[in-house]
């Protein structure tokens, strides 16, 4: 097993005996149940505008921590959104900025494996620390960005 891995895991059996504000707070990689809150916010969202969408929860490794497919979301939603989030996730930024950035010309981003450059992958940023990512897909780039942040914006009071 690996030592991130290992952290992780000591990190979540510490926050598993904490109240559950304190376990989106005091980790350093998002917990199942805010990743579900997460969900449940974005699924709102994305009701509320009549758009069906697929959506990923991954820890700052971009391993995959929740997912959920609405129904009539596209089958092909169902990867573009765990790969929005997990470049979120590795490139600490939204995936808007590096979609900006290959816009602008910078066509080395093109060359990575699995980056996926279009709007719709938000880190999750926690006490300024990066604890995970959000990707949507179902809508436009925008609409999925949405729906991501709308999400994320659940887990404060």
Sequence with gaps: ?????????????????APASAQVRDTKVITAEAAQRILVGAQAEARRNGWNMSCAVVDPSGELIAFIRMDDASPGSIDISRAKARTAARFKRETKLLEDAVAGGRNALLSFEGV??????????????????????????????????????????
Excluded at 2 to 17: E, G, K, N, Y
Excluded at 117 to 141: D, H, K, M, Q, Y
């Design 1 to 17: 097993m690996r030592l991130s891995s290992l952290i992780a895991i000591a990190t979540l059996m510490t926050a598993a005996s």
């Design 116 to 157: 996926v450059l279009v709007e719709g992958g938000v880190p999750v940023v926690i006490n300024g620390g990066i604890v995970g990512a959000v990707g949507c897909s179902g809508g436009t780039s925008p609409q999925d960005a949405q729906v991501a942040k709308a999400g994320i914006a659940s887990l404060t009071p």
